[in-house]
């Protein structure tokens, strides 16, 4: 019934993602912010697969929903979503993506290390490598197509690193879209440069754990500083941080421009 109060409509109900992401402990503590905790909403755990398939169904049908929401991610583009606004800031405005390695790969492998270091590129980029993906292609396939078209960048962070011949590396990541496309782009330049490159998704948990524990070498997936900043703060001191990759991306709760009543997460109560 489109005349109960929205929350009604969708039985109090965030649609989420994994359990492990940051951008549901970020959630958990909004609700909490804005009293949605001591009514009868919850935040409903799944997968992002399911979320966006969730998604699709509701705007076909122009049935309400609100998601936990992020950007770069196809998403936006497939569909007219909006970001409810966060009057006491809790997702942040922005949010940035962090080159993340462990302890004494400068020193081990100093060539992987500098590439590493040098490697970023924009939210555009890194959106037309997921729509590749997203349309079919196979992301090692995607990635290689972005490096071939970009080629004067990739020049930028290969430049002047000595050839190595057979080392091996690992990279670790999280089976997002936007992670599935940096990791494999980051991986083919390194391939560039003579490395064998493993890439490993695992869940968020895992993946930090992996670099502090230097079962991998890095990873180019740390959404900061909001997103991942429990598991940043949690393994402080157990890794080195490269730097912002990406610039400009975005989290929080999100909900289709039909629902015009809808602006702000207040609104929800
Ligand atoms: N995300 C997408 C991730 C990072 C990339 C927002 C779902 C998260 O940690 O929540």
Do not use: C
């Amino acid at each position: 019934n489109p005349k109960e109060p929205v929350g009604k409509q969708i039985n109090y109900t965030i649609t989420g993602i994994e359990a492990g992401a940051g951008e549901m402990a970020t959630t958990q503590k909004a609700m909490k912010a804005y009293g949605l905790d001591k009514g009868n909403w919850q935040l409903q755990t799944s997968s992002t697969a399911a979320m966006l398939s969730t998604l699709g169904k509701s705007i076909r049908y122009k049935t309400p929903i609100v998601i936990t929401g992020w950007t770069p991610h196809w998403m936006f583009t497939k569909y007219k979503l909006k970001f409810l606004k966060d009057p006491k800031n809790i997702y942040g405005k922005t949010e940035h993506i962090n080159t993340i390695v462990r302890k004494g790969l400068k020193q081990d492998k100093p060539e992987a290390y500098q590439l590493l270091n040098r490697f970023n590129w924009r939210p555009k980029q890194m959106s037309s490598v997921m729509l590749k993906v997203n349309h079919g292609e196979s992301p090692r396939k995607a990635a290689n197509d972005w490096i071939r078209e970009n080629r004067q960048q990739v020049d930028s962070w290969t430049k002047g690193i000595k050839h190595v011949h057979g080392q091996s590396i690992k990279l670790t990541y999280v089976a997002w879209d936007s992670e599935i496309a940096s990791t494999n782009v980051v991986a083919n330049a390194l391939r560039l440069l003579g490395y064998k490159v493993t890439i490993q998704a695992m869940e968020l948990q895992p993946m930090w754990t992996s670099i502090a524990t230097k079962a991998a070498d890095g990873t180019v997936s740390a959404w900061l500083p909001n997103t991942q900043g429990l598991y940043y703060n949690d393994f402080k001191g157990r890794f080195d941080d490269l730097g912002t990759n990406l610039n400009g991306a975005k989290v929080g709760l999100a909900v289709p421009t039909y629902m015009k009543n809808v602006n702000s997460i207040e609104d929800l109560k």
